[in-house]
């Protein structure tokens, strides 16, 4: 489970320096994949089937329907990357270390590494829909968000499946 976390943290900490919207994409595939097996696994050592379901949609929607949709609409643009980020790639990935940083002292106390990774996609989904400028980065940003209050949703509570069917 750990590969699965480090994964989704490099995942993220890789999407918010990127300018191309493809590669931007990609990453966001490899990220909802990584929590789709975090998902799995968690299935696999609790027995229990609500986090098959969601690992099952978590790939469904976010690894393959959201990226189709999001390239099809990467193609119809002039553009294959952001040319005026607010804050530019350098500063992105140190601003990136300050907020894992942040998280990981907030959190020193947690034992549970998915709170700490979620409060962590938490703050760089937030980052990305501040800095972008394009669309489509700002869905990638909201959909990081939402990768980490799955990720919180996993490690606190077990909610059954209407309740995470709402935050999915």
Not at 34 to 58: K, Q, R
């Amino acid at each position: 489970m750990n590969l699965l976390i480090t994964l989704t943290l490099l995942s993220t900490v890789a999407m918010s320096g990127f300018r191309r919207l493809k590669l931007m994409t990609g990453t966001f595939m490899i990220q909802s994949l990584s929590i789709a097996f975090i998902c799995f696994f968690l299935g696999y050592e609790t027995n229990e089937a609500h986090y098959y379901a969601l690992g099952m949609l978590t790939i469904l929607i976010k690894a393959i329907v959201i990226p189709i949709i999001m390239n099809k609409s990467i193609n119809k643009l002039k553009t294959a990357r952001e040319m005026n980020m607010i804050i530019n790639g350098y500063w992105s990935y140190i601003f990136s270390s300050i907020f894992v940083v942040i998280a990981l002292m907030l959190l020193k106390n947690f034992r549970q590494d998915l709170i700490k990774t979620g409060l962590v996609l938490i703050l760089f989904g937030t980052f990305i829909l501040i800095t972008r400028k394009k669309a489509i980065n700002q869905m990638i940003g909201f959909l990081t968000v939402e990768n980490g209050i799955v990720l919180i949703e996993l490690s606190t509570v077990q909610m059954n499946l209407a309740i995470e069917f709402g935050i999915f």
